[in-house]
């Protein structure tokens, strides 16, 4: 069998990670880069740091160039965080008759708020043959799929309560910038309010795949984001927030069937939560028969995690049956430590 | 779409238990009882001890007149925990051609120990059109498919351990006996001679499962068995244990990768563990990129667990193709709050 071939689309800190993270696998090759402005024409290589080595050069080309009728197995895409956005990229893709993985937040669970556009990619890779999934550390599994498994040994559940108490500190200024480190409460209430400051996307995708998985039907969804300001000057690599100003994010998110809150998502999200005695980690706690109290501790790491769940996927929704997939519908993500093409189905393969 | 039809063969602890729990849930109906000895003709609702209501009877029957072809959509099998005396029943009822959810421990991977045997299931399901899932809490969950799952987000696995600390003190007088609760040392070591003291059934299934799915090739599985002895004497419901003698089993499972110890199995059991201080829990450690550091605390129980992953994943292996089928093939489990016939795949249902 011909190794799995990749091409990424997009080289931010998501592409490049899982770039790098495919570089070291074996039975795979990522046979095209897609980029924007100034990246196109140089070599991908050069862009995400890495030696090229004896490695054929991989050309940062757009989409039109690089991604062309059955050209790879699957294309990683790494560019938006909502559906909306990123639906004629993925239509363009499938058309092609090439699989997707994609880490935008909202495609985990597009059924969630985007029932149409969900319908019309399922419809779209259907009629080319082929599968899509949204995935990432979260939504993509630790406030979702993660409950969903442990609901999996109970025989009852009454209430769900995930939580995930994360450090940005590893982030970078991109972040810093969306999550509105550093600025005053008002400028943070401002940018809530003309929706520049998202937060963390992906409480309604989150709760809409645990409800539909266990079979609650969610009559209503509310969310909510506060400022987590910070009673002393805190300093990350990239941020800084001063005492009295904004340290981080507190996202919370409530799934209500029939008229009781019955899933909690609590995800506060900071720069330095040590120095103030936060300890950061992934929980599930499920009220239930039986009980759930579990609690991964410090926290899974939020950019290694999506570059992870991400690549991990590739033999999942290549061996998929066509059409839009989620992480409930597919075989368990696994690291891949052996040669990748033992993982896929040779009837599934596409450059073969 | 009519109820999903299910029959339950062995009506011990398991099969009672998974009995309650479907008559507690909605779009399924058990159609059957299999039994043995004196159970035989009697109502499967006096064995559990559950009132009948409006429902129709089931009257206990042996496997020849309860299991017909198509007479059901699944059989629970909760007879037996290894491969090799289960095999001639699941044969039959694959025969018959209805789907199979074993509670058999070495059924959740029957390819560790028993290759040839699992191949011919394999083989039978589907000359037969249906397949066949080995489940539980452990294997089937805690010790395996947990750890998988969180190999999911890891670029890279260095090694792994699995830790289950777990009370035995809800279990009944056969755990009891199976376990050694209350023998002698002596008695003990004699008892592990002469194969006449199991202990935990599954790491090697468990150690199979975790290095298939992430793809290391295991050169070598070893495990041991020593007794918990205790310094003070432990009351349980159905167990005692005089001081100096056994309250547990320590139980240790070791995988080799290229001649290197990856793969830790530490599973020690025992009555009253609160007693001496023991805290209680699941764990999954795993040094990689990340780490991952999880613990749910206390353990899920060992026999609610098994009979709530036999009875959730019935809906995946009614939906899944043919053939011999693992945890790490189907979706995730999941508990299931709805009408089970919404998660059936019509295509796939049997009893139309």
Known sequence: ??????????????????????????????????GRGSKIGKSMYEVIGVERGDRPEVLIGSAEDVITEKAADVVLCCTDSYTKVAFERLKFVLEKKINVVSSAEEMSYPQAQQPELAKQLDEIAKANGVSILGTGINPGLIMDLLVVVMTGCCESVDHIISRRVNSLSPFGPTVMTEQGIGITVEEFKKGVETGHLAGHVGFQ????????????????????????????DRKSPYGFAKAGNVAGVAMKGYGYIDGELKIEMDHPQQIE????????????????????????????PGGIGTIAMCVNMIPQIINAKPGLRTMIDLPVPRAIMGDMRNLIDPECKIVK
């Open 205 to 232: 995708e989150s709760i809409s795949m645990i409800s539909d998985a266990i079979g609650w039907n969610v009559e209503k969804i509310t969310t909510s984001m506060d400022p987590i300001v910070t009673d002393v």
């Open 1 to 34: 069998m011909q190794n799995v071939k990749v091409i990424i689309w997009g080289l931010g800190a998501m592409g490049s990670g899982m770039a790098k993270m495919l570089l070291n696998k074996k039975g795979v090759d990522i046979v095209g880069a897609v």
């Open 273 to 300: 939560p040590e120095q103030v005695g936060v300890t950061t980690g992934d929980y599930v706690i499920i009220k239930g028969t039986p009980n759930i109290n579990m609690v991964n501790s410090p926290e899974v």
